[in-house]
T-cell receptor, first 116, second 111 residues
Framework: EAGVTQFPSHSVIEKGQTVTLRCDPI?????LYWYRRVMGKEIKFLLH????????ESGMPNNRFLAERTGGTYSTLKVQPAELEDSGVYFC??????????????FGPGTRLTVL | DQQVKQNSPSLSVQEGRISILNCDYT??????FLWYKKYPAEGPTFLIS?????DKNEDGRFTVFLNKSAKHLSLHIVPSQPGDSAVYFC??????????FGTGTSLTVIP
């Protein structure tokens, strides 16, 4: 069974540009999460999808970030326009079942975003 | 404000000895706690969890202890092996909501 995949693995862009990150969850997982880790800091929750609906987007930093999950399969996270403080590693995770805390979340390898 | 704290950024342990990783939290509503392990260039992988109704959970070489009164949990690895060298994150949640992670502790097991 394929795990969570993320594309690209690295992205280097200039301030003001747009970047779109993609996450493909494990097949059949209804729950999809986005997290971000700024270098040396904690892994921070961004948002949670159940199928195509946003269950919790309380962690999204501001309106420059837009997450979508059309059709309830893969998800994209767009940053427009990117700022220097957006640099970090963006992780995607997915889980089956109810999406509660006791469901194991399986993480992808992350996308390392560098904004110059 | 960080609700889950791992105050030791790194830890080195001899192979075969015990590794103890610590985590403190501030939110008394947290009722579920997890440890994740992360190798370089990979995503975190789930290691072990504990519910607030327990004070200990064991899985092979890994044991998690929870002290609710002190708002403290720890992960014990015994015996430690070189393959355990990784970054360990603790995480907590309240009522099935979002996870709050710590900053991670980098464990090095010296052969």
């Amino acid at each position: 069974e394929a795990g969570v995949t993320q594309f690209p693995s690295h992205s280097v862009i200039e301030k003001g540009q747009t970047v779109t990150l993609r996450c493909d969850p494990i097949s059949g997982h209804d729950n999809l999460y986005w997290y971000r880790r700024v270098m040396g800091k904690e892994i921070k929750f961004l948002l949670h999808f159940v199928k195509e609906s946003k269950q919790d987007e309380s962690g999204m930093p501001n309106n420059r970030f837009l997450a979508e999950r059309t059709g309830g399969t893969y998800s994209t996270l767009k940053v427009q326009p990117a700022e220097l403080e957006d640099s970090g590693v963006y992780f995607c995770a997915s889980s089956q079942s109810s999406g509660g805390a006791t469901d194991t979340q399986y993480f992808g390898p992350g996308t390392r975003l560098t904004v110059l | 404000d960080q609700q889950v704290k791992q105050n030791s950024p790194s830890l080195s342990v001899q192979e075969g000895r015990i590794s103890i990783l610590n985590c403190d939290y501030t939110n008394s509503m947290f009722d579920y706690f997890l440890w994740y392990k992360k190798y370089p260039a990979e995503g975190p992988t789930f290691l072990i969890s504990i519910s607030s109704i327990k004070d200990k959970n064991e899985d092979g070489r890994f044991t998690v202890f929870l002290n609710k009164s002190a708002k403290h949990l720890s992960l014990h690895i015994v015996p430690s092996q070189p393959g355990d060298s990784a970054v360990y994150f603790c995480a907590a949640s309240a009522a099935g909501n979002q996870f709050y992670f710590g900053t991670g502790t980098s464990l090095t097991v010296i052969p």
